[in-house]
Protein backbone atom coordinates (compact mmCIF):
# COMPACT_ATOMS: atom_id res chain seq x y z
CA UNK A 1 0.00 0.00 0.00
CA UNK A 2 1.19 3.55 -0.97
CA UNK A 3 1.82 5.53 2.03
CA UNK A 4 -0.99 8.68 2.52
CA UNK A 5 -0.36 11.95 0.88
CA UNK A 6 -1.93 14.66 2.95
CA UNK A 7 -4.46 16.45 0.85
CA UNK A 8 -3.88 20.19 -0.33
CA UNK A 9 -7.20 19.45 -3.37
CA UNK A 10 -10.60 20.49 -3.57
CA UNK A 11 -11.79 17.60 -2.53
CA UNK A 12 -12.23 15.10 -0.79
CA UNK A 13 -10.41 16.60 2.18
CA UNK A 14 -7.98 15.67 4.78
CA UNK A 15 -10.79 13.95 7.51
CA UNK A 16 -9.28 13.80 11.12
CA UNK A 17 -9.08 10.67 13.06
CA UNK A 18 -11.61 10.99 15.25
CA UNK A 19 -14.38 11.75 12.61
CA UNK A 20 -13.38 8.36 10.91
CA UNK A 21 -13.73 6.66 13.76
CA UNK A 22 -17.36 8.10 13.90
CA UNK A 23 -17.56 6.21 10.73
CA UNK A 24 -17.16 2.74 12.42
CA UNK A 25 -20.35 3.32 14.74
CA UNK A 26 -22.72 0.68 14.67
CA UNK A 27 -25.55 0.82 12.55
CA UNK A 28 -28.94 1.54 14.05
CA UNK A 29 -32.66 0.76 12.47
CA UNK A 30 -33.29 3.80 9.80
CA UNK A 31 -36.99 3.25 10.56
CA UNK A 32 -36.61 4.18 14.19
CA UNK A 33 -36.50 6.53 16.87
CA UNK A 34 -32.73 6.60 17.58
CA UNK A 35 -32.43 7.31 14.02
CA UNK A 36 -35.10 9.68 14.09
CA UNK A 37 -33.43 11.72 16.97
CA UNK A 38 -30.05 11.74 15.16
CA UNK A 39 -31.48 13.04 11.83
CA UNK A 40 -33.16 15.88 13.96
CA UNK A 41 -29.82 16.63 15.65
CA UNK A 42 -28.18 16.99 12.53
CA UNK A 43 -31.09 19.17 10.52
CA UNK A 44 -31.11 21.86 13.30
CA UNK A 45 -27.21 22.06 13.59
CA UNK A 46 -26.78 22.28 10.10
CA UNK A 47 -29.76 25.23 9.97
CA UNK A 48 -27.09 26.90 12.58
CA UNK A 49 -24.34 26.47 10.45
CA UNK A 50 -25.54 27.48 7.30
CA UNK A 51 -27.77 30.57 8.92
CA UNK A 52 -31.14 28.88 7.78
CA UNK A 53 -34.83 28.24 9.43
CA UNK A 54 -35.57 26.20 6.21
CA UNK A 55 -35.99 22.63 6.35
CA UNK A 56 -32.76 20.59 5.90
CA UNK A 57 -32.44 17.52 3.28
CA UNK A 58 -29.88 15.11 2.94
CA UNK A 59 -29.12 12.65 0.29
CA UNK A 60 -27.15 9.60 0.19
CA UNK A 61 -25.15 11.05 -2.93
CA UNK A 62 -22.63 13.10 -4.09
CA UNK A 63 -23.99 16.94 -4.18
CA UNK A 64 -24.62 16.56 -8.20
CA UNK A 65 -27.65 14.44 -7.58
CA UNK A 66 -29.41 17.23 -5.70
CA UNK A 67 -28.22 19.86 -8.47
CA UNK A 68 -29.73 17.64 -10.63
CA UNK A 69 -32.82 17.25 -8.29
CA UNK A 70 -33.06 20.87 -8.75
CA UNK A 71 -33.22 21.92 -12.02
CA UNK A 72 -36.17 18.98 -12.03
CA UNK A 73 -37.99 19.85 -9.03
CA UNK A 74 -37.99 23.73 -9.29
CA UNK A 75 -38.13 24.64 -13.16
CA UNK A 76 -41.69 25.33 -14.07
CA UNK A 77 -40.91 27.28 -17.53
CA UNK A 78 -37.28 27.55 -17.89
CA UNK A 79 -34.08 27.76 -15.78
CA UNK A 80 -31.36 30.36 -15.78
CA UNK A 81 -27.99 28.35 -15.32
CA UNK A 82 -25.12 30.81 -14.38
CA UNK A 83 -21.68 29.48 -15.51
CA UNK A 84 -18.28 30.72 -14.33
CA UNK A 85 -16.80 27.41 -15.34
CA UNK A 86 -16.66 23.95 -15.45
CA UNK A 87 -19.17 22.97 -12.55
CA UNK A 88 -21.90 25.28 -13.73
CA UNK A 89 -21.48 23.59 -17.37
CA UNK A 90 -22.31 20.41 -15.62
CA UNK A 91 -25.35 22.23 -14.36
CA UNK A 92 -26.49 22.97 -17.64
CA UNK A 93 -25.73 19.46 -18.94
CA UNK A 94 -28.13 18.14 -15.89
CA UNK A 95 -31.27 20.09 -17.33
CA UNK A 96 -30.42 19.19 -21.17
CA UNK A 97 -30.34 15.24 -20.01
CA UNK A 98 -33.49 15.60 -18.04
CA UNK A 99 -35.41 17.83 -21.09
CA UNK A 100 -35.50 20.53 -18.49
CA UNK A 101 -35.62 23.89 -20.46
CA UNK A 102 -32.74 25.74 -19.50
CA UNK A 103 -30.63 28.38 -21.34
CA UNK A 104 -26.57 29.03 -20.03
CA UNK A 105 -25.18 32.97 -19.29
CA UNK A 106 -21.48 32.05 -19.45
CA UNK A 107 -18.71 34.64 -17.77
CA UNK A 108 -15.54 34.55 -19.21
CA UNK A 109 -13.08 32.06 -17.32
CA UNK A 110 -11.93 33.66 -13.94
CA UNK A 111 -14.41 36.02 -14.04
CA UNK A 112 -17.82 36.19 -11.76
CA UNK A 113 -21.48 36.18 -12.59
CA UNK A 114 -22.36 40.06 -12.01
CA UNK A 115 -25.66 41.18 -10.74
CA UNK A 116 -26.12 42.69 -14.43
CA UNK A 117 -26.20 39.43 -15.70
CA UNK A 118 -28.86 38.19 -13.65
CA UNK A 119 -31.13 41.28 -14.26
CA UNK A 120 -30.32 41.33 -18.24
CA UNK A 121 -31.76 37.88 -17.95
CA UNK A 122 -34.16 38.21 -15.97
CA UNK A 123 -35.59 40.92 -17.23
CA UNK A 124 -37.13 38.98 -20.54
CA UNK A 125 -40.19 37.29 -17.99
CA UNK A 126 -38.52 33.70 -19.71
CA UNK A 127 -36.90 32.45 -16.24
CA UNK A 128 -38.33 31.45 -13.05
CA UNK A 129 -35.72 28.94 -11.33
CA UNK A 130 -31.77 30.56 -11.74
CA UNK A 131 -28.86 28.50 -10.51
CA UNK A 132 -25.82 29.85 -9.25
CA UNK A 133 -22.11 28.38 -8.48
CA UNK A 134 -20.98 30.28 -5.36
CA UNK A 135 -17.32 28.40 -5.50
CA UNK A 136 -16.03 27.61 -8.92
CA UNK A 137 -12.78 25.02 -7.89
CA UNK A 138 -11.80 24.85 -11.97
CA UNK A 139 -10.92 28.55 -11.69
CA UNK A 140 -10.63 29.35 -7.61
CA UNK A 141 -13.30 32.41 -7.59
CA UNK A 142 -16.42 32.83 -5.93
CA UNK A 143 -19.44 34.60 -7.04
CA UNK A 144 -21.21 37.65 -5.47
CA UNK A 145 -24.20 35.68 -4.26
CA UNK A 146 -25.56 37.98 -2.03
CA UNK A 147 -25.62 41.49 -4.50
CA UNK A 148 -27.19 38.89 -6.61
CA UNK A 149 -29.68 38.38 -4.44
CA UNK A 150 -30.61 41.67 -4.02
CA UNK A 151 -31.60 41.69 -7.56
CA UNK A 152 -33.92 39.31 -7.24
CA UNK A 153 -35.39 40.69 -4.10
CA UNK A 154 -36.13 43.69 -5.50
CA UNK A 155 -37.10 42.99 -9.12
CA UNK A 156 -37.84 39.84 -9.21
CA UNK A 157 -39.49 38.16 -6.30
CA UNK A 158 -41.11 35.11 -7.45
CA UNK A 159 -37.71 33.54 -9.32
CA UNK A 160 -36.16 30.76 -7.38
CA UNK A 161 -32.79 31.13 -6.10
CA UNK A 162 -30.44 27.46 -5.82
CA UNK A 163 -26.97 28.04 -5.10
CA UNK A 164 -24.18 25.13 -5.23
CA UNK A 165 -22.14 25.56 -2.57
CA UNK A 166 -20.57 22.30 -2.58
CA UNK A 167 -17.20 23.60 -2.45
CA UNK A 168 -17.56 26.65 -0.02
CA UNK A 169 -20.76 26.07 2.66
CA UNK A 170 -18.73 25.84 6.20
CA UNK A 171 -15.33 27.58 4.89
CA UNK A 172 -16.59 31.01 2.83
CA UNK A 173 -19.56 33.39 4.42
CA UNK A 174 -22.84 32.10 3.46
CA UNK A 175 -25.98 33.48 5.03
CA UNK A 176 -28.59 31.48 3.09
CA UNK A 177 -31.69 33.00 4.92
CA UNK A 178 -30.46 36.77 4.34
CA UNK A 179 -29.40 36.10 1.25
CA UNK A 180 -32.99 34.26 0.16
CA UNK A 181 -31.62 31.25 -1.02
CA UNK A 182 -34.22 29.16 -1.96
CA UNK A 183 -32.11 25.90 -2.28
CA UNK A 184 -28.40 25.62 -1.25
CA UNK A 185 -26.49 22.59 -1.85
CA UNK A 186 -23.36 21.40 -0.37
CA UNK A 187 -21.61 18.16 0.46
CA UNK A 188 -19.77 16.37 2.76
CA UNK A 189 -15.94 16.05 0.86
CA UNK A 190 -15.10 19.55 1.45
CA UNK A 191 -15.46 21.96 3.50
CA UNK A 192 -17.74 20.50 6.40
CA UNK A 193 -14.85 17.69 6.59
CA UNK A 194 -15.80 14.12 5.99
CA UNK A 195 -15.42 11.18 3.78
CA UNK A 196 -17.64 11.72 0.67
CA UNK A 197 -21.01 9.96 -0.23
CA UNK A 198 -23.57 12.50 1.30
CA UNK A 199 -25.19 16.02 0.16
CA UNK A 200 -27.45 18.21 2.42
CA UNK A 201 -29.57 21.07 1.27
CA UNK A 202 -31.48 23.73 2.79
CA UNK A 203 -34.72 24.17 0.91
CA UNK A 204 -37.51 26.99 1.37
CA UNK A 205 -41.14 26.40 2.01
CA UNK A 206 -41.99 28.64 -1.40
CA UNK A 207 -39.77 26.50 -3.51
CA UNK A 208 -41.53 22.98 -1.92
CA UNK A 209 -44.80 24.45 -2.72
CA UNK A 210 -43.71 25.14 -6.23
CA UNK A 211 -42.42 22.10 -6.66
CA UNK A 212 -45.63 20.13 -5.55
CA UNK A 213 -47.29 21.66 -9.15
CA UNK A 214 -44.71 20.50 -11.55
CA UNK A 215 -44.44 16.99 -12.65
CA UNK A 216 -41.63 13.96 -13.28
CA UNK A 217 -39.74 15.57 -10.58
CA UNK A 218 -38.03 12.38 -11.05
CA UNK A 219 -37.98 10.10 -7.36
CA UNK A 220 -34.75 9.54 -5.46
CA UNK A 221 -34.28 13.23 -5.90
CA UNK A 222 -37.57 14.51 -5.58
CA UNK A 223 -37.29 17.29 -2.97
CA UNK A 224 -40.71 16.78 -2.32
CA UNK A 225 -40.55 13.11 -1.42
CA UNK A 226 -37.56 14.22 0.77
CA UNK A 227 -39.14 17.15 2.64
CA UNK A 228 -42.15 15.44 3.29
CA UNK A 229 -40.12 12.25 4.96
CA UNK A 230 -38.65 15.48 7.57
CA UNK A 231 -42.04 17.20 7.57
CA UNK A 232 -44.86 14.53 8.33
CA UNK A 233 -42.64 11.52 8.94
CA UNK A 234 -40.27 13.55 11.01
CA UNK A 235 -36.76 13.25 10.47
CA UNK A 236 -36.50 10.48 8.67
CA UNK A 237 -35.26 9.41 5.09
CA UNK A 238 -37.52 7.65 1.97
CA UNK A 239 -34.66 5.33 1.12
CA UNK A 240 -31.96 3.43 3.59
CA UNK A 241 -29.61 6.21 4.09
CA UNK A 242 -25.39 6.31 4.76
CA UNK A 243 -25.83 5.63 8.80
CA UNK A 244 -22.44 6.11 8.88
CA UNK A 245 -22.07 9.93 7.33
CA UNK A 246 -24.94 10.92 9.74
CA UNK A 247 -23.23 9.51 12.86
CA UNK A 248 -19.67 11.16 11.52
CA UNK A 249 -21.84 14.19 10.55
CA UNK A 250 -23.77 15.38 14.14
CA UNK A 251 -20.48 14.83 15.39
CA UNK A 252 -18.45 16.85 13.23
CA UNK A 253 -21.01 19.42 13.55
CA UNK A 254 -20.39 19.88 17.17
CA UNK A 255 -16.63 20.25 16.57
CA UNK A 256 -17.70 23.11 13.79
CA UNK A 257 -20.14 24.96 15.95
CA UNK A 258 -17.74 24.64 18.73
CA UNK A 259 -15.07 26.51 16.45
CA UNK A 260 -17.41 29.15 15.88
CA UNK A 261 -18.59 29.87 12.36
CA UNK A 262 -17.41 33.47 12.59
CA UNK A 263 -13.99 31.70 13.59
CA UNK A 264 -14.11 28.95 10.80
CA UNK A 265 -14.72 31.84 8.11
CA UNK A 266 -11.53 34.00 9.60
CA UNK A 267 -9.20 30.42 9.61
CA UNK A 268 -10.23 29.93 6.27
CA UNK A 269 -9.51 33.37 5.10
CA UNK A 270 -6.41 33.24 6.45
CA UNK A 271 -5.12 30.20 5.16
CA UNK A 272 -6.42 31.61 1.89
CA UNK A 273 -4.26 34.34 2.00
CA UNK A 274 -1.22 32.49 2.91
CA UNK A 275 -1.48 30.62 -0.37
CA UNK A 276 -2.23 33.56 -2.36
CA UNK A 277 0.72 35.40 -1.14
CA UNK A 278 2.80 32.45 -2.24
CA UNK A 279 1.37 32.81 -5.47
CA UNK A 280 1.98 36.61 -5.86
CA UNK A 281 5.91 35.87 -5.02
CA UNK A 282 6.18 33.05 -6.85
CA UNK A 283 4.00 32.49 -9.78
CA UNK A 284 0.42 34.36 -10.73
CA UNK A 285 -3.12 34.14 -9.55
CA UNK A 286 -5.42 32.83 -12.21
CA UNK A 287 -8.94 34.66 -10.99
CA UNK A 288 -9.91 38.02 -10.92
CA UNK A 289 -8.26 39.54 -7.95
CA UNK A 290 -11.40 40.92 -6.06
CA UNK A 291 -13.71 37.47 -6.02
CA UNK A 292 -10.80 34.72 -4.95
CA UNK A 293 -12.02 32.04 -3.76
CA UNK A 294 -11.71 31.23 0.10
CA UNK A 295 -11.18 27.72 0.06
CA UNK A 296 -8.99 27.06 -3.26
CA UNK A 297 -6.32 29.20 -5.18
CA UNK A 298 -6.03 28.58 -8.54
CA UNK A 299 -2.45 29.33 -9.43
CA UNK A 300 -0.76 30.58 -13.10
CA UNK A 301 1.94 28.26 -14.17
CA UNK A 302 4.30 30.60 -15.06
CA UNK A 303 7.45 28.63 -12.98
CA UNK A 304 9.22 27.39 -16.13
CA UNK A 305 8.35 23.17 -14.45
CA UNK A 306 5.85 21.36 -15.19
CA UNK A 307 3.13 20.88 -12.41
CA UNK A 308 3.84 16.87 -12.62
CA UNK A 309 7.06 17.60 -11.53
CA UNK A 310 6.41 19.44 -8.66
CA UNK A 311 3.10 16.89 -7.63
CA UNK A 312 5.76 14.34 -7.89
CA UNK A 313 8.58 15.90 -5.92
CA UNK A 314 5.58 16.87 -3.39
CA UNK A 315 4.13 13.45 -3.42
CA UNK A 316 7.32 12.58 -2.16
CA UNK A 317 6.86 14.64 1.11
CA UNK A 318 3.58 13.33 2.05
CA UNK A 319 1.49 16.31 0.36
CA UNK A 320 -0.91 16.11 -2.82
CA UNK A 321 -1.51 19.10 -5.03
CA UNK A 322 -3.91 19.52 -7.79
CA UNK A 323 -3.56 20.34 -11.15
CA UNK A 324 -5.57 22.76 -13.35
CA UNK A 325 -9.35 21.60 -14.51
CA UNK A 326 -11.15 21.39 -17.96
CA UNK A 327 -9.72 24.22 -19.96
CA UNK A 328 -6.96 25.00 -17.30
CA UNK A 329 -5.47 21.87 -17.18
CA UNK A 330 -2.14 22.34 -18.47
CA UNK A 331 -2.01 26.23 -17.60
CA UNK A 332 -2.66 25.97 -14.02
CA UNK A 333 -2.82 24.22 -10.98
CA UNK A 334 -4.48 24.83 -7.55
CA UNK A 335 -4.08 24.30 -3.84
CA UNK A 336 -7.17 23.82 -1.65
CA UNK A 337 -7.41 25.37 2.46
CA UNK A 338 -10.59 23.89 3.43
CA UNK A 339 -12.09 22.12 6.15
CA UNK A 340 -9.86 21.05 9.32
CA UNK A 341 -6.53 22.29 7.52
CA UNK A 342 -4.44 24.35 9.63
CA UNK A 343 -3.06 27.94 9.13
CA UNK A 344 0.21 25.97 10.36
CA UNK A 345 -0.60 22.82 8.06
CA UNK A 346 -0.49 25.63 5.15
CA UNK A 347 2.25 26.62 6.21
CA UNK A 348 4.51 24.09 6.48
CA UNK A 349 3.21 23.23 3.27
CA UNK A 350 4.57 26.07 1.28
CA UNK A 351 7.87 25.77 2.82
CA UNK A 352 8.21 21.89 1.41
CA UNK A 353 6.66 23.31 -2.07
CA UNK A 354 9.22 26.34 -1.61
CA UNK A 355 11.96 23.91 -1.35
CA UNK A 356 10.69 21.82 -3.91
CA UNK A 357 10.50 24.31 -6.36
CA UNK A 358 14.02 25.45 -5.69
CA UNK A 359 15.38 21.96 -6.58
CA UNK A 360 13.66 21.36 -9.46
CA UNK A 361 14.91 24.85 -10.81
CA UNK A 362 17.93 23.87 -10.21
CA UNK A 363 17.90 20.66 -11.52
CA UNK A 364 16.57 22.38 -14.96
CA UNK A 365 18.71 25.23 -14.30
Given amino acids: MSTH ?9 EVRDEVLEKMATPMIGHRTKDASALQKSISEKLQKVMGTKNTIILSTSSGSGLMEGAVRCFTAKKAAIFSIGAFGERWYKMAVCNGVPADIFRSELGQITTPEMVDEALSTGEYDMITITHNETSTGIHNPVGKISEVLKAKYPDVILCVDTVSSMCGDYIPVDEWGIDVCITSTQKCLGLPPGMSIASVSDRALEKAKT ?98 KKMGERGYLLSGGYGALKETTFRIAHMADTTIEEVKAMLKDLDEVVAELKSQNA
Fill in 214 to 311: IPNRGLYFDYVELAKFVKEKPFQYPSTPSESHMFALDYQLDCILKEGMENRYKRHCEMAELVRDWARKNAELYSDPDNLSVTVTCIKNTLGIPFAEIN
Fill in 5 to 13: KKLFIPGPV
